[in-house]
């Protein structure tokens, strides 16, 4: 059987082209799954490939050379792979050893499939693909997956500028899943300090740079002798302007406080708005923004009447 060369220059600018979409694609859209879809699909008819999908790594749970299909292209007459269930948990090892040192070296996988050794044959003919390229995806340094791009019609010669422009837009693809790796772990770490926050055994109270209140505990509204159930009592109020907090002598504290110091253990003799009576010990810190100019600030308090009365 004879192989084909369809690699032109113009092919060469159209993948280049779909690069610059799929970067733009992948890091603004707010819908991932669509994102990856589109670029998957211009990419793939950039490429004049049968099929592009992409293989996450299960090394996050300690097995590197096991991977998952997440997405998946396909161009018109080619049966989608996307649902194969022998691409789900597929591993690596020891049959396709060559891919793994390939991956790992930071290498691609390209040919012409029955020139491959025999091992690794066998699945892939079953997807009717006759020529292939796979490019390891990287997070971190680290393999974590592939893109693949199939011919499932020719027994297509890969071109090495081809090869390099689709490398290029699977560094794209890395630096996305890079992206939406850290996104994921800001939102769980947010996830736990706002629990955090919220069933901290101490008051904690927020305000802005303006000293306007945003946010109070529900140890807080205890602290102060709040109804039960009470959601709010000073928010959107300045806390320097409150008649209590001007009572407990405290203003100069808050003021050094906005202004970019750190103010720890300050006994204050407080009567809430709810008229309860007690002895805070009370620190401040100031929250600064990427430029380290003051955007707010928290307190925390705590109890100490009974200690005080002791």
């Known amino acids: ?31 991932w799954d669509a994102g990856i ?23 996050s749970m300690g097995q590197p050379y096991i991977v998952d299909q997440t997405h998946e292209w396909v161009a018109p007459g080619i049966r989608p792979q996307i649902n194969n269930p022998n691409l789900t948990g597929f591993n690596f090892h020891p049959s396709y050893i060559r891919w793994i040192n390939a991956f790992e070296g930071k ?11 025999q091992s690794e044959q066998k699945e892939l003919v079953e997807e009717g693909i006759k020529s292939i390229v796979l490019a ?7 393999w974590c997956g592939l893109v693949g791009f199939d011919e499932c019609t020719t027994e297509r010669v890969w071109e090495q500028d081809v090869i390099e422009a689709l490398r290029a837009a699977v560094s794209v693809f890395g630096g996305a899943f890079e992206r939406r790796l850290a996104e994921q772990a800001l939102r769980e770490s947010e996830k736990k300090y706002a629990n955090f926050i919220e069933h901290a055994p101490f008051g904690i109270l927020q ?21 039960h159930g009470q959601v709010t009592s000073s928010i959107g109020k300045k ?9 407990a002598g405290v203003v100069g504290y808050l003021q050094e406080i906005i202004k970019g ?11 809430s708005s709810y008229q309860k009576k007690s002895c805070l010990l009370v620190s401040g810190i100031p929250l600064f923004d990427s430029k380290n100019a003051v955007i707010g600030a928290f307190l925390a308090m705590v109890d100490i009447s009974d200690q005080k009365v002791a």
Not at 37 to 59: C, D, K
Not at 136 to 142: A, L, Q, T, Y
């Open 239 to 247: 806390i320097t302007e409150l008649p209590n907090v001007i009572e």
């Open 261 to 271: 110091k750190v103010v720890k253990n300050i006994t204050v003799p407080f009567t």
């Open 37 to 59: 879809n589109a670029a998957l699909r211009t990419l793939g008819e950039a490429a004049r490939v049968s099929r592009v999908y992409i293989f996450v790594s299960h090394r």
């Open 107 to 117: 290498d691609i996988i390209a040919g012409i499939v029955r020139e491959f050794p």
């Open 207 to 227: 305000f802005d740079k303006d000293g306007v209140i945003l946010y109070e505990n529900p140890a807080f509204m205890e602290i102060i002798g709040a109804p």
């Open 136 to 142: 390891p995806m990287f997070i971190h340094g680290e």
């Open 1 to 31: 059987m004879s192989s084909v060369n369809i690699s032109t220059p113009v092919q060469q600018v159209a993948i280049l082209k779909a690069i610059s979409f799929c970067a733009r694609e992948l890091f603004t859209s707010t819908d």
